[in-house]
């Protein structure tokens, strides 16, 4: 009996949703859907039109591939690009002296524009202590050179001969590689 | 887009999904609190089916495969609280308000208020009652197709749908009682 009383008061509820769609229908058959569709389509496509390459990558990313090309290029001009020459370096000089500040300036501090830089006192110690290390080994390949080549050349074997040249050679190469690791540390 | 070519097929395939247009529209007005939100449900629903139509396996099924679309585009709009455009009367609304006003206006303020009423009240519905419902009562559906659509028993569909109807009916009644109270 409930039940029955329920369908007849939802059938009321039925015939106002049957209402509202005709009154909605109604006017929905009056606008032009499908034209209206088919700019929608067409405005919606533009928009999400796959965008140019660049704009895919994410910012960092960007940021990181812009800073290691920018290393490269410094990297290859340093590599490719002659060193400036001595007169380059003086004109540099001479119009840098001329500039009114900077004239002032070096009169002031007493510097002339290509003076040397004096070595720092860390600088001068390590130098003196290579240039000690250099001394000592030259005196020992002395002393061994000494040792090795004996007094009487009548005992002198051919196998002592090999020995001896061998030693001297791998001295050599310390002694070389001293001296240019000397002079460089002087350059710097 | 996903792929802005389309092949002769598909294209005919969605011609013939144009032809439930008033379907998907119901079941949107269904869905939405008011007919422009339906009308612009509708586009989305349609813009969807032309993205993917590319998916739809079994042209057989295609009626089945928009109503699905239909209901997850409305789910989700209702999700996103896309239905709050009722600001500005739209040429839909003042439409629809001349006509209800062609009549008796008495009558028709209290038909608007009914049909608030029972908007309220369908959402209100739990989701499962509530698509149920809205594919019954407003997209005239039978319980085969709404099974077929939800995935469903139709017995399911049966159950769902009583309770949803009773739910309504007893909101309605609520809304009644405070008003007379008042």
Known sequence: MKRKVNEEKFDEIEKLILKEKEEALHVFRKTDFSAHLKTYIESESKKNLSPPFLSRIPVPTLAILAFFLFLGLVALLNRFLPPPSLNEIKAIESFLSEAPGLQSLTKKEGLTPAQPMKPSAFELSIQNALALAQKKS?????????????SNPKNFSPQDFYKSLEILIKEKKLELFLSQFLKKSEEV | MKDSVRTEEE????????????????????????????????????????????????PFQSKEWLLRIARNTCLDHKKRKLFSRESS???????????????????????????????????????????????????????????????????????????????????MNEGKNEKKSK
């Open chain 2, 11 to 58: 294209l005919k395939i969605f011609e013939e999904l144009l032809t439930y247009k008033e379907n998907i529209f119901r079941i949107c007005l269904g869905f939405s609190k008011n007919p422009h939100d339906a009308e612009d449900l509708t586009q989305d629903v349609y813009l969807k089916a032309y993205q993917n139509i590319g998916t739809l396996r079994n």
């Open chain 2, 89 to 171: 009367r739209s040429r839909f609304d003042n439409e629809m308000a001349d006509s209800y006003e062609q009549n008796d206006p008495e009558a028709s303020a209290s038909l608007a208020e009914q049909l608030q009423n029972i908007k309220k009240a369908v959402s209100r519905l739990p989701k499962k009652q509530k698509e149920v419902f809205v594919l019954r009562e407003y997209g005239n559906l039978s319980y085969k197709e709404i099974a077929h659509t939800l995935e469903i028993k139709e017995g399911t569909v049966m159950s769902r749908l009583s309770r949803a109807r009773q739910a309504v009916l007893e909101w």
């Open chain 1, 138 to 150: 030259v005196r020992e390949i002395q002393q061994k050179e000494e040792k090795v080549i004996p």
